[in-house]
């Protein structure tokens, strides 16, 4: 196949619970909350009260540093509270839903909009959060230039969702109306990353003005971050733009009939439920009603998104703006008695110390029990088996404790994000918070340059 | 379990700060974690973790040591009935030498693992597992007859000014056991040298029966007596004088393969290590001007610390090289230093300690060039886009 790029580096979890490829219907939850905890680097400014009545596409807040950039509700209701943190800071903005109606943004062919036209939609309707950006894996910034678009159109992460089956799924002229939006965006390429053998979805037959490029691996390979890093790696003072797949969908609806509406398949997995399998829910619902009957006895982590990444949410939470997953698995308080000395058939672990790594195939239904106590770095040459990127992560890592700006740069943090991490972060004998290192790095770095 | 378990909470509140004994609040920390892995969750980050920690790691490093340990108390005991003339069973010899090991053990582990429990109560950490290796690798590099006093000065020596210091587990330039050794080497040589110290018993001359020799190879061909020398089946399997652990290769090749099957310890440096060794050992059988040199280059591998520096002392992942083409670099040099040291510089008979030491200071150098390389390659990129313009 024409652009096919193969990584070896990496790890496939294999965990009980991935969905089946069913619909089981659509759910609609009474409330939905918008969290700006769910955009990094995000200082919020409220936009409503409590008891304020929005319609779909109404604005709740906006970025306090750019104030175009709203965050809009996804439904018609009535605000019904704002949760805060720490310090005030603000955790969601809840609606509570009645009604249908929507702000009217009025039905366009994409074709005929200029790229400062299709930006200003996106922005007024909410839908630009879903253009992010890196370096620093934040909401893309809308004076900037892009010098390509990645939409990654499959997912490697743990029980992931099946984006052919929701593509099958979803409305093919919203995804191709959405592609041409995006598409404007950049005097670059559009880059459609697909997995290596996933020709056949009738959807990308006759897409142009595309660049259609084959990955195949374990995970990360899914991983947009890891697909620019070999496609076209950011360099710094350039920034490359990506987009979910879902949201592109919602874009391309925006702009087919003119409203916000934030719909799309979540698939719910994890061992601890019943039934898995896909819902259609609009985005930023409580997950609650999807879990009514469905999940088992016993304490359970409940995950917007998937295990590695993903948010904890309570049982009545609410599902993150970039997510299609939720997860439900066991909690892990509890004390093992000599757990590191048994010989661990049914442990789930990258490493080949215990009994478990002579079965391949199992499938395994882990908790949230960290296994063990934080430690410095130890062990060298692991973090890199799982890390498809031609970057040292632990120097990477050691370089961002430091705060060693310099350095940083040198060693890539510009293409990196979180994510990309997080599987280090799994593996991590010493137990050590990668995620949250790579994040105040980015964090810092991006503070450094502005 | 549960009883044990009720206690354990019972006893808590008394260790933690404003307790009555807070300031064994590490202590206690450590027997908890030893008995049970805790049941803290995640909160941020991955959700789900690996089973692997750091005590799993230590403990695999730990059944790699066994097969090492236990012939080294047999042939403890070997040497000893030898010198006297007798000839032992396999079990009397074993027995002997378990017993006369166990206080090197037992002095190894009391000081090195009081000194990290102090440490870890200073600095309000959790007591780190690296001593575990460490405390079992230093009697297994030591001479029998080592004075216990001494050997706890060189625990002390290596785990303070060695490990301590630069912020404990994980934070060390060398490596801990290797730096015991060397602390004996230089301080008190007359203990880590010669013919006496490697047979028990030899050292204070009782019931020694004429004509047995305690000279390992190493120092027979730095005396130039090499007509005495043990067969090179002889130095294989390990009936041979020498430190406790290092004289068997096959009692080592098989912790090697738990090491490598497991994936504890580097292929890579083991490899390049016995690489270097080969390499040394064939150009100097080429350039040979004395018998030393002309000894066949498989001999190196199988005489003194050689092939016990390269499973176990060399993939110490702190001490070593960090990147992974560094330690291709790292473990290749550690092999030709150890032949190097050996044959041309009759001082130091044994060249494998000096030569990992030495590595250990340049291994921060090596990983710096070779990260230096990927920095390169990435402006290199930088400026090809900036040229060419596109954007």
Redesign the interface.
Known sequence: MPGSIKLKKGFD?RLEGIAERKIAGTVSPALFGVKPIDFPGLTPKLDVHIGDSVEAGSSLFHDKLQPEIKFTSPVSGKVVSIDRGDRRKILEVVVEKSGNSAVDFGKADPDKLSETQIKEVLLRSGLWPAVRQRPYHVIANPND?P?SVFISCFDTAPLAPDYNFILENSSGEHFRKGLKAVSKLT??KVNLVLKHGDAGNKVFEGIGGVEISYFSGPHPAGNVGVQIHHLD?V??G?SVWYVNIQDVITIGRLFAEGIYRPERLIALTGSEVVVPQYYKMVSGGSIAPMLEGNVKDGGL?Y?SGN????T?IERNGYLGFYDSQV?V?P???????????LP?IG????????LSSLFSKKKYK????????????????LY?KVFPM???P??LLKAIIAQDIDMME???IYEVA?EDF?LC???????I????IVRQGLDLIRKEMS | MDFLRKKIDKLKPQFTKGGKFEKLQSVFEGFEAFLFVSDKVTSKGSHIRDSIDLKRTMTVVIIALVPALLFGCYNTGLQHFRSVGTDPALFQAFWFGFIKLLPLIIVSYVVGLGIEFIAAQIRGHEINEGYLVTGLLIPLIMPIDVPLWMLALAVAFSVILGKEVFGGTGMNVFNPALLARAFIFFSYPGWMTGDNVWTEGLTKGVNVIDGYSGATPLSMLATGDVSNLPSFMQMFVGTIPGSVGETSVIAILIGAAILLITGVGSWKIMLSVFAGGIGMGLLLNAVSVNEYMELPFYYHLAMGGFAFGAVFMATDPVSGAQTERGKWIYGFLIGVLSVLIRVLNPAYPEGVMLAILLMNVFAPLIDYYVVQANIKRRLKRAKVTLNTGVK
């Open positions: 979890i230039h010098k005097k670059g790696p360099n710094k350039e982590r995950i295990v590695l990444t993903g904890k997860t698995i909690e892990g308080n509890y004390f093992e008695m000599f757990g590191w000395a661990g442990k789930l672990s990258y490493s080949r110390t215990f882990p908790d949230t029990n960290f296994h063990g106590g934080e430690r410095a770095f130890v062990v060298t040459g890199e031609d970057i040292y632990m120097q040198n060693l890539g979180e997080a972060e799994f593996v991590c004998p010493s137990k918070e990668i995620q949250s």
